[in-house]
């Protein structure tokens, strides 16, 4: 019997591949060996990108200053800074979370507006890192106390986990637009100056 999980496989192969009692025809053997040579060689890989990316990462400033807001890390950061390229190109932030697909479809009629879910039309691949670094945030959001976290709290007396999840991403996706289209760094404690008529 072998435990649930990749790593516990990749253990566990030797043991079996070598255990000529076990039933394993001989044929499925070397195919097995060779799957395990390949996985390991896509992981060398993965570490290998991984590693270059971090690299890339600490040598751009933009993206340095886009890992500062909690639940955006490296990877994030670095794939925010090359997919967006100039942040002016967008006129605020919410025309970015749109382009993520991070802001709720609306339905309208009559004068009377109706926010639907988020429209996931956007690019999937960033939408989903931030919503998984949101989770991370939501997750630990009980135990801590900055800004962030403050607001989580507020939100999840509220609505949902997962909405949460999804509202904090927007945010910071909107957070991410003014650092870089301002060119400002991150701070935790910073409120927006009131709006004049």
């Known amino acids: 019997m072998i435990s649930q999980g990749i790593s516990h496989i990749a253990k566990q192969i030797p043991r079996i591949l070598e255990d ?5 025809p ?5 195919l097995i ?4 040579a390949h996985l390991g060689a896509l992981d060398r890989q993965v570490d290998e990108l991984e590693a270059q990316i971090q690299t890339w990462h600490r040598q751009n400033a933009e993206s340095r200053r886009l890992a500062e807001i909690p639940g955006i890390g490296p990877l994030t950061a670095s794939a925010l800074v090359a997919s967006i390229g100039d942040a002016k190109t967008f006129d605020n932030g919410r025309q970015m979370a749109a382009w993520l697909g991070l802001v709720p479809r609306q339905y309208s009629s009559g004068g009377k507006p109706t926010l639907l879910g988020i429209s996931k039309r956007g690019d999937m691949y960033l939408r989903t890192l931030l919503v998984h670094g949101a989770r991370a945030v939501v997750r630990v959001a009980e135990r ?11 939100l999840l007396d509220r609505r949902h986990q997962n909405v949460a999840a999804v509202a904090l991403a927007n945010k ?13 760094d991150y701070r935790a404690d910073y409120t927006p100056a009131p709006m004049t008529a």
């Open 20 to 24: 000529a009692e076990n039933g394993l």
């Open 26 to 30: 001989d044929t499925l053997r070397p």
């Open 33 to 36: 060996a060779r799957l395990i």
């Open 144 to 154: 801590r106390t900055d800004p962030t976290d403050v607001w989580v709290k507020r």
């Open 172 to 184: 910071n996706a909107r957070t991410a637009w003014a650092l870089l289209a301002h060119e400002r």
